[in-house]
């Protein structure tokens, strides 16, 4: 099918376009932006007058909770999800029920999202087998299988050397690394920023070295290994500026930060909120205010969802008995657009934090608009706002600390391979 997407403001951070320019779709795939191609005729036109049209949102951490866990979410659920928040790829991470250390469950799940035909799923391999952090993931298969990536999840490799190996292993196949830093030893039995309100509220704490010791240990790794190595959502002031010197390095280490840690910080838990039970933990004021400087200079270099689907049982606990984790998929593009109007940044600076920049990251073909890329494109209203409520959230989990909140940048459309699959209203 041939798109015409007609009287829009292009925005698209890789190629430095942002303007009001008309672009055209064909077979699935950009064929060109302002001038039509010669001989092009739409079957489709798709009026963007007033709107914005970006390359499709790229995230870095989508729990889509198969295999094993369907009832907190499907695929079908958080997937239209996705496409509904204007996501259009997405990376799965290993957590699932059983993990996905086996090529034949990194297949399924790649067959079974792609008979969707919503977003682009890639999945992270477990970097250890069941995620144990004992003996190594069969990488090579798992990589043919069809894994961008390899990580523990949540689940920290408590010995030191078995990262090594890890790490040397991955090095030798040219494979990237993706690492949540926490020493697990600090973190055992925390549930919250280890300060103030902890205290107050009598909940335990887990310390901001506990992240700062684990990145040390990470980078020195890098240093031995060469290893490309992914650090997941930071959560603190120190371990950005830790980043920021690594990069200054040259080693080959990348970051982001979850949308839910760039607005919220441990004052949010002062109600027992159990929607603010996340992992990692809601740092201080200051943690919060480094990770949104680090995210405007680059030291951070994407905003991920953080999608963690959590069935409401779970959530209805005291707050240190509930399921960590939050609902996410939907709210990235509006979060990411508070926090640049709140910091004063570029709409093209703000989604290259969430197209090309995780894309990179990646290593995949996507989030840009560039003529030949795949037509994922996100078509959103920036002046519309939209009221967060459990009935607006096409997620099965409508577990986020953002209800009731009134959000900027209502998604319209969305393509995915040059295909609309979300119509607002639709």
């Known amino acids: 099918m041939k798109i015409h997407v007609r009287g829009g403001r292009l925005v698209d951070p890789q190629h430095r376009i942002d303007g009001v320019r008309d672009l055209f779709v064909a077979e699935g795939r950009v064929a060109g932006a302002g001038v039509a191609p010669a001989g092009f005729r739409a079957d489709h036109v798709i009026d963007a007058t007033g709107l914005v049209v970006a390359p ?38 290993p957590d699932t029920d059983p993990p996905l250390d086996e090529p034949g469950l990194v ?41 961008v990536a390899f990580s523990q999840a949540d689940a920290p490799i408590a010995d030191t050397a078995v990262l090594w190996r890890a790490l040397q292993y991955a090095a030798t196949l040219g494979l990237p690394v ?51 190595v992914h650090l997941c959502r930071l959560s603190t002031a120190a371990a950005a500026a830790m980043v920021r010197a690594a990069k200054a390095d040259g080693l080959p280490v990348t970051c982001d930060v979850g949308a839910h840690h760039v607005h919220l910080s441990e004052v949010d838990l002062a109600a027992y ?42 959530k209805q606990m005291p707050f240190g008995e509930s399921a960590p984790g939050a609902t996410g998929l939907e709210l990235l593009l ?18 290259a934090r ?18 030949g890329a795949p037509a994922d494109v996100c078509i959103f209203d920036p002046g519309a706002y939209v009221k ?23 998604v319209r459309c969305t393509l995915v391979a040059g295909t609309v699959r979300y119509e607002a209203g639709a």
Request: aromatic residues 4%; charged residues 25%.
């Open 334 to 351: 509006p979060l990411t657009l508070k926090w640049a109007a709140e910091h004063k940044l570029a709409l093209a600076d703000a989604l």
């Open 273 to 314: 909120d159990s929607h603010c039970n996340l992992v990692p933990p809601l740092r201080s004021l200051r943690d919060r205010d480094a990770l949104r400087a680090g995210l405007a200079d680059g030291t951070i270099d994407a905003i991920c969802s953080d999608h963690t689907p959590v069935d409401e049982d779970a």
């Open 388 to 410: 967060v409520t459990p009935a607006m959230l096409k997620s099965q989990g409508k577990n986020t600390p953002f209800l009731g909140y009134e959000l900027p940048g209502r």
């Open 178 to 228: 993706w690492l949540r830093p926490q020493d697990p030893m600090l973190a055992r039995d925390g549930v919250a920023h280890d300060g103030e309100v902890a205290t107050r509220l009598g909940l335990p704490g887990i310390p901001a070295f506990a992240e700062t010791i684990a990145v040390g240990t990470i980078l020195e790794l890098v240093r031995a290994t060469g290893t490309r």
């Open 56 to 93: 499709g949102l790229v995230d870095l951490a989508a729990r889509l909770r198969e295999p094993g866990l369907e009832y907190k979410a499907t695929l079908d659920s958080e997937l239209y999800a996705a496409v509904a928040g204007g996501v259009t790829s997405l990376a799965c991470p």
């Open 107 to 147: 297949e399924m799940l790649k067959r079974r999202a792609l008979s969707r035909n919503l977003a682009h799923v890639h999945p992270v391999g477990a970097l250890t087998a069941k995620l144990e952090g004992a003996r190594l993931a069969e990488m090579a298969t798992l990589r043919d299988a069809g894994c």
């Open 354 to 371: 969430v197209t090309c920049e995780p894309a990179r990251i990646l290593g995949i073909e996507a989030g840009h608009l560039g003529a």
